[in-house]
């Protein structure tokens, strides 16, 4: 089988596209219902012994494409004196015709108004998004004008950005290295660190293995340095679960650039 495709092209500064004639003008283009030239405008008859919903479906159709397409007032009157038409070729009183026209115009606007009060009486609230035991809460408001919109605090942006730090007693995650061998030591503090570092040399000076450090120091015999030379921030967070995440990240992150991590 050959398929032949033929451009359509404008004819007196017309051409048809589907159900629509599209006219170009000076300033705009005007659109109008087109029609195949071969449309019989043959529907249902009203006599049909078929039910009344399925004998008007194809006037109600025509109705509302005449209401919602974006045609010219003129083309609007154009259209209607056409449906009026067709109606009364297959057999149709023009009264059943008007009266579903007024039905479809009225609920048309009773739509347009009840969208516009829905609009007018909606309101927004934002529930921040911790797990998916948040919609327990949030599906109260299904029947309501209430609108929920969720917020996270994973973000990127928030977990990389600077945060206001307390530069004598920071808490977090700190680093520790030994002077002899330079490993390096991944730890977390929801106290200042500057306290757990204290608690590291304690644990040294008494000979208490009670840490990976000063485990390490004591067993291999090696020398730690003073604490501005020792002693790193890595990440200021507060204590909980996203500290340990970041411990982890860090242990990691230094693993793989080839330092001998401990925790």
């Not at 006219?23 to 012994?49: C, G, K, M, V």
């Not at 609009?119 to 919609?135: G, V």
């Not at 969720?150 to 928030?158: M, R, V």
Request: net charge positive; with cysteine.
């Amino acid at each position: 089988m050959n398929l032949e495709f033929k451009m359509t092209t404008e004819d007196n500064n017309k051409i048809h596209y589907l159900n629509l004639t599209l006219q170009r003008n000076n300033n705009n283009i005007e659109l109008s219902i087109y029609r195949n030239p071969t449309d019989t405008d043959t529907t249902i008859h009203f006599q049909s012994n078929r039910p009344h919903e399925q004998k008007i479906a194809a006037f109600r159709y025509y109705i509302n494409r005449m209401y919602t397409l974006p045609i010219t007032e003129n083309a609007r009157k154009e259209e209607w004196n056409t449906i009026v038409t067709m109606a009364i070729n297959n057999g149709y009183p023009k009264n059943i015709i008007y009266n579903l026209r007024k039905k479809l115009t009225n609920r048309k606007n009773y739509n347009e108004t009840q969208e516009q009060r829905k609009e007018q009486s909606k309101k927004w609230t934002t529930f921040t998004y911790f797990s998916p035991m948040i919609r327990r809460i949030t599906n109260l408001y299904k029947d309501t004008n209430i609108i929920i919109a969720f917020k996270t605090t994973n973000t990127i942006q928030q977990q990389l950005s600077i945060e206001n730090t307390n530069r004598t007693n920071p808490n977090g995650i700190y680093k520790l290295q030994c002077n002899t061998c330079n490993r390096v030591y991944i730890g977390q503090a929801g106290r200042s660190i500057n306290i757990r570092y204290k608690e590291h040399i304690r644990y040294i000076k008494y000979n208490n293995p009670q840490s990976a450090y000063a485990a390490h120091i004591l067993q291999n015999r090696h020398e730690y340095g003073p604490q501005e030379e020792t002693l790193h921030l890595l990440k200021h967070c507060h204590k909980g679960t996203w500290m340990t995440c970041w411990e982890n990240l860090y242990t990691g992150c230094f693993t793989t650039l080839g330092h001998n991590c401990r925790r």
